[in-house]
């Protein structure tokens, strides 16, 4: 069994339940990171979740935002692997995240002595390089 993550008729993903409730119940964790709503509707009985994607954008774009702008080792590794997710499913829904280009400052409440440097490209790419793979296990 499997649930849809759609715009309208289009489908951005079709994973299966366990992995659809999990990125769902993330998506909601998400949010406060965010500061912004997801975008993502709660299963709607039939075992879909509509996506509004202005919304999911601006979600995603401030996840990225977050992403690039931390050095924080603990909060980049558990935002990273949803993140990468997300940024497959705005791709397959013709999105642009203008976070992903140009330079960022550094978050001041998520600085780690010990991390990279906040805001570099390779933040970007290594983002860019997680999405990537992970499209080809994203059926639709």
Known sequence: MSKYFQVGDVTLWN???????????????MQT???????IA????LDE???DVPVFTAFVGALVARYRS???P???ALIEGFTATALVMADRAGVRVDALHGPVGP????????GPRAG?????????????????????
């Open 15 to 29: 994973p299966s339940h366990g992995v659809a409730n999990l990125f769902y119940a993330q998506s909601v964790a």
């Open 33 to 39: 990171i965010a500061g912004v709503p997801s975008g």
């Open 42 to 45: 709660a299963d709607n009985g």
């Open 49 to 51: 979740h509509d996506v």
């Open 70 to 72: 931390s050095n924080h």
């Open 74 to 76: 603990v909060l980049l």
């Open 107 to 114: 978050n001041v409440s998520d600085i780690s002595l010990v």
């Open 120 to 140: 570099d490209d390779a933040s970007r790419a290594r983002l860019l390089e997680l999405a990537e793979s992970l499209s080809y296990g994203m059926p639709r």
